[in-house]
Structures are given as C-alpha cells and as structure tokens.
C-alpha cells in the first residue's frame, strides 16, 4: 500500500510542480518581476520545503542533528547534478539564453558558505550567540544579502515576453500561492514517504537510499526546472536551482536554533564526502556563470568547451558521492 501511495504522491508532486514551473514563466514573461527573483527565491522557497521539514524532523523527533548536514548537502550537491545535466543537454539553447547578473553573486554566496561549513567542521569553531553557532547566522546574513541582491535584479528584462494570458497578476498570484501550499503538504507526505520504504527495505545509507532521499526531496526542483527550461526560461532555472541551495543551506540557521544540546556542524563520513564534491560542483557551476557574462572572442569560442565541462563536473560530483557510499 505504501508503494501505491507514494507513486500517487510522486504524481502529484510532478504536477503541482508543473503548474508552479507554469505560472512562475507567466510572471516572468507578464510582470517586471525579475526571472532570477521569482526562480531564486519564490520558487526555491517552496520547493525546499522538504529539506526544511526532514532536516527539522532530524533535530526535533529523530535527535540526530548529524543527519541535518548530509541531507541539505545531499540535496544540493543532486540539485547541481540536475542543473548540469539540463545544460549539458541544452548547450544552444544556454549559451543565447539571457540569465540575471544576480545569479554571480548567488554562486559566490554558495562559495562563502561552503568555505565557512569547511571552517566550522574542521576548526571547532564554537562561538555562539544566544546558543546559535556565529557560523549560523553568518549563513543567514549571507542569504539576506542575496535576496536582496536578486529582488533589486532587473538586467534579464530585455527577453522576449511573448506569453499572453487572460488571468490578472493577482489571479496568477493566487493560483501560485494554492499550488504552493498543495505542494508543500505533498512534498512532506512525500519525503516521510520515503523514509517508511527506506526502513522497510533496509536501504539506510547505502547507494539506492541516498539516491531515493535525493530524488524525493529534490522532485519539485527537478521537475519545475526542466519544464522551465523546455519553455526556453533558462534564467528562471538558474535561479530555482542556486536559489534552492541557497535556501537549504539556510536551514542550519534552523536546525542550529532548533538544537538544544550538540553541534549541527558534525561531520559524518558522508556529510565530508558532500562537502567536498558539492564545493566542487559549486566552482564548477560558478565558472560556468562567470563564462556567461564574458563577451571577449577568445571566451565566447571556449563558451561550448566550459559549459559542457562545468556541467559534467556537477553531474560526476554527485554520481561519485553514490559510488563512494555504496
């Protein structure tokens, strides 16, 4: 029965997240709404909840705070993984796509944290404030700043908005915020989901279950991702998939304020592993951002070469984090 029950909720994720993907291109292509702002921060908010719920859940009911750390690393190292094979399967359509400027400083705010995560791990930084490691709330800073960063962003509006629609923006505004909410309650049914059948076939940490968690708490942005970028709204796509890492990793400000006793900052064997390979990923994508903005002759005939490499990158990043943890 649980099978049957999560295919049914997989169904309805896909497309809840479908109809989100629809109505955030809508926005885009109807408003002066910025792609980077509406994908980085009202889609990605909505399609990490999951990671939010599971991570809390780890600190609150299941009392292993050392799980919070593999599994927002875990998620963003697959989101990358998604991202580059997105890319690398549509090279043409990323390199004449317009994307937001703001998604540099997104990608460097994912450097800064992971460097912090790598320094909070391996150091034995404990400085608190009022019992929040400063680690914590320096990611939440660094979130606040990119968010600013992105909403203030308006440099991919020179797109062409071709979409014409008979809803308002309110209307659009409504329809978003009930799929949002009919998402959230199926994308936490869904992740527990996973979990009974992970236990019940004894998966634990192994291959087939890490993959299995990635795949439950990442099937909003996989899904609404690439239904953006088949409506050609690689910006919007950009922005969903950093925004989302972006978000999960803000969820240790969460868990660490949750957190009574402990560090949320303990590294397991599979947490190190992510750590690593996922700032790996991260370099990766960021030069492939950064290789965008270049407009010199040298760059733009290298542009196919480091898209396709950087993308590779990502996606190997994760399917060695598998091999490694079998």
Do not use: W
Not at 195 to 223: C, H, M, Q, R, W
Not at 293 to 307: A, D, E, G
Request: proline share 1%; charged share 10%; hydrophobic share 55%.
């Amino acid at each position: 029965m649980i099978y049957v029950f999560y295919l049914l909720l997989a169904l309805a994720v896909i497309y809840l997240s479908l109809k989100l993907s629809y109505y955030v291109d809508l926005l885009d292509k109807t408003t002066n709404l910025s792609g980077a702002f509406l994908g980085g921060v009202m889609l990605a908010a909505v399609t990490s909840i999951p990671e939010l719920f599971t991570s809390m859940s780890s600190v609150l009911i299941v009392r292993q705070p050392d799980m919070v750390m593999g599994n927002i690393l875990g998620s963003n190292t697959f989101n990358l993984a998604v991202l580059g094979l997105l890319i690398l399967f549509s090279l043409n359509k990323f390199r004449n796509s317009t994307i937001s400027s703001s998604h540099k400083t997104t990608c460097f705010a994912l450097i800064i944290i992971n460097i912090l995560l790598l320094v909070a791990a391996y150091s034995g930084l404990s400085f608190n404030i009022l019992g929040v490691n400063i680690v914590s709330i320096l990611i939440l800073v660094i979130y606040v700043i990119s968010i600013k960063t992105m909403s203030s962003s308006n440099d991919d509006q020179n797109e062409e908005n071709s979409m014409t629609t008979d809803l308002s923006t309110k209307d659009i505004m409504i329809r978003f915020l009930i799929m949002s909410i009919l998402l959230i309650i199926a994308s936490i049914a869904i992740t527990y989901a996973t979990d009974i059948i992970a236990t019940k076939l004894n998966l634990g940490v192994t291959f087939a279950g890490a993959l299995l968690l990635a795949v439950a708490t990442s099937l909003p942005e996989v899904v609404s991702s690439i239904s953006l970028v088949s409506k050609g709204n690689i910006n919007a796509t950009m922005g969903n998939i950093l925004g989302s890492n972006l978000f999960n990793l803000t969820i240790l400000f969460v868990a660490d304020l949750l957190l009574v006793n402990g560090s949320i900052f303990t590294m397991t064997a599979e947490a190190n592993n992510l750590l690593m390979l996922g700032s790996m990923a991260t370099l990766a994508i960021t030069c492939v951002v950064i290789t965008k903005f270049k407009s010199n002759n040298l760059t733009k005939k290298l542009s196919y070469s480091v898209y396709a490499l950087g993308s590779i990158v990502c996606t190997t990043s994760y399917m060695l984090f598998l091999v490694l943890n079998r």
